[in-house]
């Protein structure tokens, strides 16, 4: 019982100090992450809106379509990012 609950009490330095660092990257990241779920909805938004618009009609097929090309753009966006 002793040797349990003794490491349990030695590794809780080591918890804290991984919470506080993973607390840190998160608080960096954040406004990243959401930067880039912002762009994807408004431009999955967009393209969709479009759709029903161009073709008249709501169906899953707009929904498809526009996750399709928000993940073309995307994809074309960071290639030509990279380059």
Do not use: Y
């Amino acid at each position: 019982m002793s040797g349990v609950s003794g490491s349990i009490w030695r590794s809780m330095p080591g918890v804290r100090h991984r919470l506080k660092g993973s607390a840190n990257a998160v608080r960096i990241r954040a406004p990243q992450i959401g930067g880039s779920f912002a762009v994807w909805g408004g431009l999955f938004s967009t393209i969709d809106c479009g759709l029903v618009r161009l073709r008249g009609k709501e169906d899953p097929w707009n929904s498809i379509t526009s996750g399709a090309m928000t993940g073309a753009v995307l994809a074309a966006r960071s290639k030509s990012a990279a380059l």
